[in-house]
T-cell receptor, first 116, second 108 residues
Framework: NAGVMQNPRHLVRRRGQEARLRCSPM?????VYWYRQLPEEGLKFMVY????????ESGMPKERFSAEFPKEGPSILRIQQVVRGDSAAYFC??????????????FGEGSWLTVV | QKEVEQNSGPLSVPEGAIASLNCTYS??????FFWYRQYSGKSPELIMF????GDKEDGRFTAQLNKASQYVSLLIRDSQPSDSATYLC????????FGTGTRLAVRP
């Protein structure tokens, strides 16, 4: 997972506040994925983005959650009006373009969100 | 039916033994298959990927893929206590879909 940078690593928010999680993909990677992992559970897909495009957001909750990957700068996962159930580890992963089935996907070290 | 299925375990093997981890998937259009290892409180670490039928070996690890049976496995030879972790199978069509993982415990 070297090269995929996530920050902050740990974030504490009170209920009702906003959480912003940032992800810079590996150099040369143009695809970003966000996953959520609740305690003792598996990785759940949230959203898949290319630069300036959302490719698949089928795993995103309908409300309060949004994601972007602007032309310049990191990808951002934004959670508005956080609730305790949003407490989880949020992982970002990146890969090169889709052209080759052998392209690997690498994960960042994660951002742990705690809602108090 | 879950998209990617794994036995949650725990799978317990003695040190030095072969650990065999299995995974089945439902989407026949899946193109590539990944095994990740995750230690508690850490992020997933890529071990291997495979996209052609057959075996692929890397050190102590061998991934096996059978697309007709929609089955992928990971063998770990000469298991070490440091291999004790959760092993995640992931399948890629457009997005990467994970199984819930199998916990492996290697007994010294």
């Amino acid at each position: 997972n070297a090269g995929v940078m996530q920050n902050p690593r740990h974030l504490v928010r009170r209920r009702g506040q906003e959480a912003r999680l940032r992800c810079s993909p590996m150099k040369g990677h143009s695809h970003v994925y966000w996953y959520r992992q609740l305690p003792e559970e598996g990785l759940k897909f949230m959203v898949y983005l290319q630069k300036e495009n959302i490719i698949d957001e089928s795993g995103m909750p309908k409300e309060r959650f949004s994601a972007e990957f602007p032309k310049e700068g990191p990808s951002i996962l934004r959670i508005q009006q956080v609730v305790r159930g949003d407490s989880a580890a949020y992982f970002c992963a990146s890969s090169p373009s889709q052209g080759f089935v052998g392209n690997t996907i690498y994960f960042g070290e994660g951002s742990w969100l705690t809602v108090v | 039916q879950k998209e990617v299925e794994q036995n949650s375990g725990p799978l317990s093997v003695p040190e030095g033994a072969i650990a065999s981890l299995n995974c089945t998937y439902s989407d026949r259009g899946s193109q590539s298959f990944f095994w990740y290892r995750q230690y508690s409180g850490k992020s997933p670490e890529l071990i291997m990927f495979i996209y052609s039928n057959g075996d692929k070996e890397d050190g102590r690890f061998t991934a096996q893929l059978n697309k007709a049976s929609q089955y992928v496995s990971l063998l770990i030879r000469d298991s070490q206590p440091s291999d004790s972790a959760t092993y995640l199978c992931a399948v890629r069509s457009d997005k990467l879909t994970f199984g819930t993982g199998t916990r492996l415990a290697v007994r010294p």
